[in-house]
């Protein structure tokens, strides 16, 4: 990735996100980190991320880290970026829609044992929890059935990913683990970032 390259997607994950440079830094240093740690690229993160982290982040609560862990958890199904991000759109798409989900929508989280109000009720209050509740709860349907029931929820085109999701659950909850500790991970980063973006500092200026 060339300077420029570099400076343009931080500049797009700091619009998107509305992150400080603070806390852009700290999101390198996550992106960065998690890439070494389990089978997510830094580089294919990074570009889910600038495609959807925006998304994730205005309709959740979770934490900057905790949207690279699962960002980094679709880029690990290696089914491509743009597979992964719109995956990971419609999954979150999906535990936050609430009200006004189809019949055929509501037999399939009843199937689940869940109610589609209070996943995204909770996905406000513990992101990273009602994530995994789901995607267990989705790993104990049958085989018969489970396909069809991802298909009612999060839409035909994301459910290659999401099964791939599904069987590497422990990868997953590994990729949260990993980013919960900030020490872990901080500072990793900066002095990569400062020798990519030193002749772009510009934009920089003009955003900060």
Do not use: C
């Not at 597979?83 to 979150?92: D, G, P, R």
């Not at 209050?125 to 009602?130: E, F």
């Not at 020490?183 to 920089?204: D, P």
């Amino acid at each position: 990735m060339t300077a420029d390259q570099a400076a343009d997607t931080v500049v797009a994950l700091k619009q998107s996100m509305r992150l400080s440079v603070k806390e852009m830094m700290s999101l390198g240093d996550a992106i960065n980190y998690i890439g070494d740690k389990t089978a997510a690229g830094g580089k294919t993160t990074t570009e889910i991320l600038k495609r959807q982290g925006g998304y994730v982040k205005n309709t959740t609560k979770l934490a900057n880290e905790e949207i690279v862990a699962l960002a980094a958890s679709f880029d690990s199904t290696k089914q491509g970026t743009e597979l992964a991000a719109t995956a990971m759109k419609n999954f979150v798409g999906a535990l936050t829609r609430g009200k006004g989900v189809q019949k055929k929508e509501m037999e399939a989280w009843q199937k689940l044992g869940l109610h589609p109000v209070k996943v995204a009720e909770q996905m406000q209050k513990d992101g990273r929890g009602t994530i995994m509740k789901v995607m267990k709860a989705i790993s104990e349907v049958n085989d018969a059935e489970r396909a069809d029931v991802m298909t009612r929820i999060f839409k035909k085109e994301s459910i290659g990913v999401i099964a791939s999701l599904l069987s590497n659950l422990e990868g997953m909850d590994k990729a949260f683990e990993e980013l919960g500790d900030s020490g872990r991970y901080l500072g990793r980063s900066q002095g990569e970032y400062e020798r990519q973006l030193s002749g772009v500092n510009a934009k920089w200026t003009v955003l900060g």
